[in-house]
């Protein structure tokens, strides 16, 4: 019996990782057509302030989330934040039920926003905490899977629904949801290899909370440097596609409603695909090539994606560009990036981790909107920028086979 209990923890832990992922990726994806329905009726021109003012917004809480990290407990910080958001959620059903209008709908896009990238940093921080480094490489993916089932069972909810019920009966079961990822990731147990356990990894509580102590953290530390380039470049990658894909979508698809169907089923391709990655591949390769090797793949895949579209710019290639991308990026990249944080010290999972996937990740889109308005000025057209997503996207390549390397100097494979 007692070589069998870590076995029962460990399926444990795995259930409700992978539970509290899939609940929690529901419940986003459940509230995002609501968003972006909501958010079309203010019309297109509204959408770069609302994308301002969510990054104004993750900019003011980033000092709030460094205040709040040294001041409670790891197990509880997560489950905290979530009922934070469902107490959110529950006022946003009562005002769209009572007093909506254009004012709750900005508001309400700004913060699903902002509350899927805290929510999803948070989540994979505390993954980092309780799986050791053996089995992070083992399970993130399967972990990574569930919130690509997730990915699926939302859509689907909002799609039976919207016609059926009020837009406030869709926020109060998508808080119903959060509620029950929160239970899930406040039951999960630690291995004892992980942090604060014997396996050597740095131990103790998050310091500091100072206003900038993310950024100052991921300053003085290039692994955490390098993880920011990474970010910030795949966030480059994203929005080049998301614009170009917007552009096309509107000539192909006039019909706001085909349009509608179009995206969404690209959003249920991808998220398909990136469960099966997920489940079955990131966990083998990151086994058998390491994170360096799943890292490197992801950069290649890429790569080599933007090429074939440099070479034949239309919408259907950019299309299957855009799934590339964005399974890529879930179901191999982003969860071999996780895996580089249960390395690190608790600052940096939670601390700069935060700062990387909210401010750091947001700032590169904004940059990104940008620069791409700049390059049309020029008069560049989806081959260039296609070409310029290949360069960028082989620096991703170059960036992951570093940050590979220093995960393994620090003790990882």
């Known amino acids: 019996m007692d070589g069998a209990e870590p076995v029962r923890a460990a399926r444990l832990r795995l259930a409700l990782s992978f539970g509290s992922f899939t609940l929690l990726l529901a419940a986003y994806y459940l509230l995002r057509p ?13 959408i770069k302030y609302l994308s301002s003012a969510v990054f104004v917004t993750m900019l ?6 460094g205040w709040l990290v040294p001041r409670l407990p790891r197990p509880r910080l997560v489950p905290f934040l979530y009922g934070f958001f469902v107490c959110n959620l529950l006022g946003f059903a009562a005002v769209f039920t009572y007093r909506p209008g254009d004012v709750a709908a900005r508001v309400f896009y700004v913060w699903v926003t902002v509350f899927n990238m805290f929510a999803v940093s948070v989540f994979w921080s505390r993954m980092a905490d309780v799986w050791s480094e053996t089995g992070a490489r083992r399970r993130f993916g399967m972990i990574a899977a569930g919130g690509s089932l997730g990915g699926l069972l939302g859509p689907l909810l909002a799609r039976e629904l919207a016609s059926s019920v009020a837009p406030g009966t869709l926020v109060l079961l998508a808080a119903a949801l959060l509620a029950g990822a929160a239970t899930c990731i406040g039951l999960v147990p630690a291995d004892p290899a992980a942090a604060g356990g014997s396996g050597g990894r740095p131990t103790g509580e998050p310091s500091g909370g100072a206003v ?10 290039p692994f955490l440097a390098a993880i920011a380039a990474l970010v910030a470049l795949g966030s480059l ?5 998301y614009i170009e894909m917007a552009r096309l979508a509107a000539i192909a698809y006039p019909d706001a409603a085909a349009r509608t169907a179009f995206f969404s089923g690209r959003d249920l391709i991808v998220n398909g695909i990136s469960a099966i990655l997920q489940f079955a591949v990131i966990g083998s390769v990151a086994s058998r090539l390491g994170v360096r090797g799943a890292l490197v793949a992801a950069g290649l895949v890429v790569t080599v994606s933007f090429a074939g579209l440099a070479l034949d710019p239309t919408l259907a290639v950019l299309t299957v560009t855009n799934v590339v991308l964005r399974c890529t990026e879930f179901g191999l990249a982003k969860p071999a990036r996780d895996m580089l944080y249960t390395v690190l010290e608790p600052a940096a999972r939670y601390q ?6 909210t401010t750091v990740s947001r700032g590169s889109d904004v940059t990104a909107g940008w620069v791409h308005a700049l390059l049309g000025r020029f008069g560049m057209a989806l081959a260039g ?5 290949a360069a960028l996207a082989a620096l991703v390549t170059v960036v992951g086979f570093k940050l590979g390397s220093g995960y393994r100097r620090r003790g990882g494979f």
């Open 34 to 46: 609501l968003r972006d329905a909501l958010a079309a009726g203010q019309g297109s021109a509204t």
């Open 212 to 221: 900038l102590a993310g950024f100052a953290l991921i300053a003085r530390t």
């Open 352 to 357: 700069a981790k935060n700062v990387i996937d």
């Open 237 to 241: 990658l994203g929005m080049f596609v």
């Open 385 to 389: 920028y296609a070409w310029c997503g």
């Open 60 to 65: 003011c809480i980033a000092p709030l989330f």
